[in-house]
């Protein structure tokens, strides 16, 4: 499973981004999706999940009512729209896939807000 992020920028506080990532190779077996920041200094954390089924599984309370995941699967595409951004949310940005009893990443993209 190949993963393949985008959308990332420098946005100022209370703007929005929209990130992508687009899954190829064995997506047969992908069984949820998800997006996970990293802040500098900061551990990996998950941001939110959705299943291929549509199914949203979670969000970080943090960006509960702001962040929104979506698929299109004629597209093999998950989206992360952001909304109201803070510059507490400047980090980068991961694509994650799990399939196989594996987990698989992206290259990550950075999101940077400007107070």
């Known amino acids: 499973v190949q993963l393949q992020a985008s959308g990332g920028g420098l946005v100022q506080a209370g703007g929005s981004l929209r990130l992508s990532c687009a899954a190829s190779?064995?997506?047969?077996?992908?069984?949820?999706m998800a997006w996970y920041h990293q802040a500098p200094r900061n551990q990996r954390e998950l941001v939110a999940t959705?299943?291929?089924?549509?199914?949203?599984?979670n969000y970080l309370d943090s960006v509960k009512g702001r962040f929104t995941i979506s698929r299109d699967n004629t597209k093999n595409t998950v989206y992360l729209q952001m909304n109201s951004l803070k510059p507490e949310d400047t980090a980068v940005y991961y694509c994650n896939a799990r399939a196989y009893a594996r987990s698989f990443w992206g290259q990550g993209t950075q999101v940077t807000v400007s107070s």
């Open positions: 190779g064995s997506i047969g077996g992908i069984n949820a």
């Open positions: 959705i299943t291929f089924s549509g199914g949203i599984l």
